[in-house]
Structures are given as C-alpha cells and as structure tokens.
C-alpha cells in the first residue's frame, strides 16, 4: 500500500486552502479600500450626546461644518441627550459600521464604567476612537466676595467651617469627582450640591450661594476676566496659557489631579479601519488647522487632534485613572 498519496494529497489541499485564504483576504482589503475611497458616500451625522448650546455641542458644529467643506458632503449635528450622556453614546455605538454615524464625546464616556453598575454598550468593544479633539481645563474657583485666595485658605476655610457647600455642574461629572478628591486629600468635610450644568452652577457661584466649585475654564472663563469669579487652581499636568499665573493642583501638592476632561470622536467599533483613518487624518488636520485652533480656543479648549492610535492609548490610560478617583472617593452614578 502506499502511504505517501494521502500526504500529497494533504498538502494539496492545505496549499489549495491557503490560496483562498490569501486571495479572501485579498478580496477583503480590496473591498475595504474601495469603500474608504468611495467614502463618505452620504450624509454624515456626528451625534451629541448633550443638549444643544453646550461647549460639546458648538464644537461639533465647527468640526462638522469645516469637514463638510472639505468634503464637499453634508454634515449635520444631532443632539441625543439624556442619561448623562448615555442615550447618545449609545445611539452610535449601534449604529451602522460605515462612518456615516459619529459621536462627539466627553470624558465621561470613560467614566461611566467605573460609575454605572450596567451600561448598554461597552466603550471598547462597542466604539472606536477616531482622534481627540481637545482637553477641557477644570479651574477651581470662589466668588468674589469670599476672602479666600488660595487652595490652602479654601482648605482651611473648610476645616474651620464644616459642611459648607461646595457646587459641581453634575452627579458623578468630572467637577463632582475633583470635589470629592480634594475633600479626602484635604481631609475636608463640604456639603455637595449637584447643579444640571454649568450654567446654573456658575448663577449660584455668583450669588455666593455655594463656597466654590470645579468649573470648567469654558464656562468659568468670563467671569473670571470680569473679576467675579476668582480661580484658585487648575486640574491637569500642567498651567493653561488662558490663565498663567494659576498653579495646577499638583503643584500646591494635590496629588490625583493631572487627570483632565477631554472631547472626542468615536465611530462603532466595526467601522472599516481605512474608513477610521480617513475621517481621523482629516479631523486632526481640521483640528491643526488655524481656523480649527482659533475655533477651540475661544471656548477655552486646548486642541489635541492626533491619531486614532494616540486616542486609544489616552482612553485606556484614563479608563484606569479615572477608576482609581471612582475608588478612592465612592462616588455613584445614577
């Protein structure tokens, strides 16, 4: 008997399999890159997670109006609020895979794992990133008609007031996080006071109804130049060019504060690779852009732009930051 033909035939058709494996795959990127050539094929929707009017919603329609020049297609805004943001996270998480629909997100995307005991979607197995935009400066700041002028003197103020209120434009925000980890570094005891934004956070600041807050610097940012509200110190690695003379927290030894807000873009995560390349080269560009730059300042914001790569790393950096501040505070989502 001969051993050796079922061998031949063995290889024969591993060879034959391999073939069409390669020529699959083949056929796969082929069809990938024609379909990022032909894209955007149709109008495309960046999708707002929050109500019209807010930092987010103005720089979607900027970076929605200068893609749609570029590309010479229709882009429209639609704001899908509710959940704190939930609802429209969700919204394009399961939409078509086809960078058609793209959500223009916060911080709070990232947040929300280690705050929500069950979301409908999973950040990284549902969305893919596609560029930072921005970060968004939290400024700590009082009123005008507090003596305070300082994170020592607010902390001691604290210390010898207990229970004082300090506001923050939400439950479970970024600003609610920064409050709660400054009254355990601190060793602090203030009452929180949750407003529904920034807006009416920042009326009651005014009117010295509450002791301070973490603002962030797009909403604080006039009333700071007017003199009425009075910044203490900021959040981040590092001082922001709007406002230089303001130390950061770490430096006045507050440690857990280099963690900073951030906007950015998602598409669902089964979105052809070379379709995410394209939206993201071209978003980063606009962002970089001078027109993009002078567009993202004037609310405050610092641009970022960069790769879908560089995003992916910052939201799984953060993911683990952000979970340790969860952690250390007990902070609760709803």
């Known amino acids: 008997m001969n051993y050796h033909l079922p061998v031949r035939a063995l290889r024969a058709a591993t060879?034959?399999?391999?073939?069409?494996?390669?020529?699959?795959?083949?056929?796969?990127?082929?069809?990938?890159?024609?379909?990022?050539?032909?894209?955007?094929?149709?109008?495309?929707?960046?999708?707002?997670?929050?109500?019209?009017?807010?930092?987010?919603?103005?720089?979607?329609?900027?970076?929605?109006?200068?893609?749609?020049?570029?590309?010479?297609?229709?882009?429209?805004?639609?704001?899908?609020?509710?959940?704190?943001?939930?609802?429209?996270?969700?919204?394009?998480?399961?939409?078509?895979?086809?960078?058609?629909?793209?959500?223009?997100?916060?911080?709070?995307?990232?947040?929300?794992?280690?705050?929500?005991?069950?979301?409908?979607?999973?950040?990284?197995?549902?969305?893919?990133?596609?560029?930072?935009?921005?970060?968004?400066?939290?400024?700590?700041?009082?009123?005008?008609?507090?003596?305070?002028?300082?994170?020592?003197?607010?902390v001691d103020y604290a210390k010898a007031n207990p229970g004082k209120p300090y506001g923050t434009f939400g439950n479970a925000t970024t600003s609610h996080l920064y409050g709660e980890l400054l009254k355990k570094v601190a060793d602090v005891d203030m009452t929180h006071v949750p407003y529904r934004g920034s807006a009416p956070l920042t009326n009651d600041l005014l009117a010295n109804t509450v002791t301070s807050a973490f603002v962030d610097l797009t909403t604080a940012s006039p009333q700071i130049k007017a003199g009425k509200l009075r910044p203490l110190a900021v959040g981040g690695e590092k001082r922001r060019t709007a406002?230089?003379?303001?130390?950061?927290?770490?430096?006045?030894?507050?440690?857990?504060?280099?963690?900073?807000?951030?906007?950015?873009?998602?598409?669902?995560?089964?979105?052809?690779?070379?379709?995410?390349?394209?939206?993201?080269?071209?978003?980063?560009?606009?962002?970089?852009?001078?027109e993009g730059v002078a567009g993202i300042e004037t609310l405050s914001l610092v641009p970022v732009g960069g790769s879908a790569e560089t995003f992916e790393k910052v939201l799984r950096r953060d993911y683990e930051r952000w979970a340790e501040v969860v952690k250390a505070t007990g902070v609760k989502g709803e």
């Open 15 to 154: 060879a034959a399999a391999l073939l069409a494996s390669i020529a699959v795959t083949a056929l796969c990127a082929s069809s990938h890159q024609a379909s990022a050539d032909s894209y955007p094929s149709r109008r495309i929707t960046f999708v707002v997670p929050y109500p019209a009017g807010g930092a987010t919603d103005v720089l979607a329609r900027l970076l929605a109006n200068k893609l749609s020049e570029s590309w010479k297609q229709a882009v429209v805004v639609e704001n899908k609020s509710g959940g704190g943001g939930v609802v429209g996270n969700d919204n394009v998480a399961k939409a078509q895979p086809d960078g058609h629909t793209v959500l223009v997100g916060i911080t709070q995307i990232i947040q929300a794992p280690s705050l929500v005991a069950k979301l409908p979607y999973d950040v990284f197995k549902d969305l893919a990133p596609v560029t930072q935009i921005s970060l968004s400066t939290i400024v700590l700041v009082v009123p005008e008609q507090q003596p305070i002028k300082s994170v020592k003197e607010l």
């Open 243 to 290: 406002l230089p003379d303001v130390p950061t927290m770490a430096e006045l030894g507050y440690p857990g504060f280099e963690i900073e807000g951030w906007l950015g873009v998602f598409v669902p995560a089964a979105t052809p690779k070379e379709i995410v390349k394209k939206l993201s080269d071209e978003l980063a560009r606009i962002i970089a852009s001078p």
